[in-house]
């Protein structure tokens, strides 16, 4: 092993460490309201509209509906899978279940971010996060159903929780025969996201 090969190992495991607490400090300083610290975790061109970008419209954006919306809220991060497009971006996948405050009802929530992340100036940022939900509804009322999204004063709605993957169709659009199934080959390493997306587009989500 070269030096050259081995300062890039301890370079990658340092990257995916950092990526990780990248995660970890999101659910933080939402939950505690530190807007300051949250937005920092974005890259600074962050886009938060199709006219607006930069961490201060984010900040804009995350106070009104943060108060709108939720009197507190707490941010439950799981599984995570981080694959690199090269040293300095990368793309993963991180489940989160969430609970919210809001008014008088406290309503559970369990989705997962497609993320995509980039190094700058040394540092791991959030390009973007792209929220896929399954379902939103009230601790006492189990989402059975079609519309799992379900809030308060809201009409329930489909979250984009299975949209990235297109085995979810394909399971169930295609029961098993008799025949003994083939297999197919494993994923190249560090295309384990990439080849179970099957090149589907990202979905487009709505904001409500």
Same mark, same amino acid.
């Given at each position: 092993?070269?030096?050259?090969t081995?300062?890039?190992? *301890?370079? =990658?495991l340092? @990257?995916?460490?950092?990526?990780?607490?990248?995660?970890a400090?999101y659910s933080?300083?939402l #939950?505690?309201r530190?807007?300051?610290?949250?937005?920092n975790l974005?890259a600074?061109?962050i886009?938060v509209?199709r006219?607006l @970008?930069?961490?201060q419209?984010?900040?804009?954006w995350?106070d009104d509906?943060?108060r709108?919306?939720?009197?507190?809220? @707490?941010?439950h991060i799981?599984n995570? *899978? *981080?694959?690199f497009d090269d040293?300095?971006?990368?793309h993963?996948?991180?489940y989160?279940?969430?609970?919210?405050e809001?008014?008088?009802q406290?309503?559970?929530m369990?989705?997962?971010?497609?993320?995509?992340?980039?190094?700058?100036d040394? =540092?791991?940022y959030?390009?973007?996060?792209?929220?896929?939900?399954w379902?939103?509804? #009230?601790?006492n009322k189990p989402?059975?159903?079609d #519309?799992?999204?379900?809030?308060?004063?809201?009409?329930?709605y489909s979250?984009a929780?299975h949209d990235l993957w297109?085995?979810? #169709?394909d399971f169930w659009g295609n029961p098993?025969g008799?025949d003994?199934p083939?297999?197919?080959?494993p994923?190249?390493?560090e295309?384990f996201l990439?080849t179970?997306?099957?090149?589907?587009?990202e979905p487009?989500i709505? *904001?409500?």
């Amino acid at each position: 092993m070269t030096d050259n090969t081995l300062l890039q190992r *301890i370079d =990658r495991l340092e @990257s995916l460490d950092e990526i990780r607490q990248l995660a970890a400090k999101y659910s933080l300083s939402l #939950d505690m309201r530190d807007l300051d610290a949250h937005v920092n975790l974005f890259a600074a061109d962050i886009r938060v509209s199709r006219e607006l @970008s930069g961490r201060q419209h984010l900040k804009r954006w995350l106070d009104d509906t943060l108060r709108l919306q939720f009197t507190g809220t @707490s941010h439950h991060i799981g599984n995570h *899978i *981080i694959e690199f497009d090269d040293a300095d971006h990368a793309h993963g996948v991180v489940y989160s279940k969430n609970e919210h405050e809001t008014g008088d009802q406290w309503v559970i929530m369990q989705m997962l971010y497609w993320d995509n992340y980039e190094r700058i100036d040394g =540092r791991w940022y959030f390009r973007r996060r792209l929220p896929c939900y399954w379902y939103a509804t #009230d601790l006492n009322k189990p989402p059975i159903g079609d #519309d799992k999204m379900r809030w308060p004063d809201r009409e329930a709605y489909s979250g984009a929780y299975h949209d990235l993957w297109p085995s979810w #169709d394909d399971f169930w659009g295609n029961p098993p025969g008799d025949d003994v199934p083939e297999v197919a080959a494993p994923a190249p390493l560090e295309e384990f996201l990439n080849t179970m997306r099957r090149g589907a587009p990202e979905p487009r989500i709505r *904001i409500r």
